[in-house]
């Protein structure tokens, strides 16, 4: 037990440290850590990507405790969880402690805008790997002749995706409570 909350701590630390752009920029890490150590399948954790995204707080805090709590209990959420903050509180303190000679440092100021369009780069791939995965069940995007139609799904991706596009301003909460009744109804009924 003491082994896999080092373990949760270690690998949630890693995903805080290295990633940048916050919660959705960390999914492909989170995915890739998750799935290779066996503690998810990919539905599972779209599952859980879905409820973090859709509960209060942080997307990051809420994803490392529901996985870590899925690991190991309770003392599995507050490991995974004080490991994927602690990188942002050291670094944050640092940057505080350093704000002026940091802000106007062309090589912070040039690292910076280096990362902004590989952050937006990574958030689509993993934005399309899900749509793939989710809408379509394409489980590999080299078996695409085995896509597997559920059109439920893909009326709640046409509904939503045309809301969005409808009314620009259509507030999140609003899109994510519409989802979750399109999916009880489409899936709790039918």
């Known amino acids: 037990m003491l082994v896999n909350l080092f373990e949760l701590f270690i690998t949630f630390f890693k995903i805080g ?23 998810l399948e990919k539905d599972q954790l779209i ?7 859709s509960t209060p707080g942080a997307f990051a805090v809420n994803i490392s405790t529901f996985i870590g709590y899925n690991q190991e209990s309770i003392l599995g959420a507050l490991f995974a969880t004080i490991g994927v903050a602690m990188p942002s509180l050291i670094i944050i303190i640092v940057i505080a402690k350093l704000f002026h000679k940091f802000s106007e440092n062309k090589y912070v100021i040039g ?10 780069g ?12 989710s809408v379509f069940k394409i ?4 078996h695409i002749r ?7 799904t893909i009326l709640i991706f046409v509904i939503v995706f045309s809301l969005t596009r409808i009314k620009e ?11 979750g009744l399109l999916g009880y109804i489409l899936f709790g009924i039918f």
Do not use: C, Q
């Open 17 to 39: 440290i290295f990633t940048f752009g916050g919660g959705y920029a960390m999914i492909p890490l989170i995915t890739e850590e998750v799935l290779n150590k066996g503690w």
């Open 47 to 53: 599952d859980f990507i879905a409820i973090a995204e």
């Open 111 to 120: 690292f910076l805008n280096g990362a902004k369009p590989v952050i937006v």
């Open 122 to 133: 990574v958030i689509f791939s993993v934005g399309i790997d899900f749509l793939l995965s």
């Open 139 to 142: 489980k590999e995007i080299t």
């Open 146 to 152: 085995e896509i597997i139609f559920d059109w439920k």
């Open 169 to 179: 301003r259509l507030h999140p909460i609003l899109i994510v409570l519409i989802s």
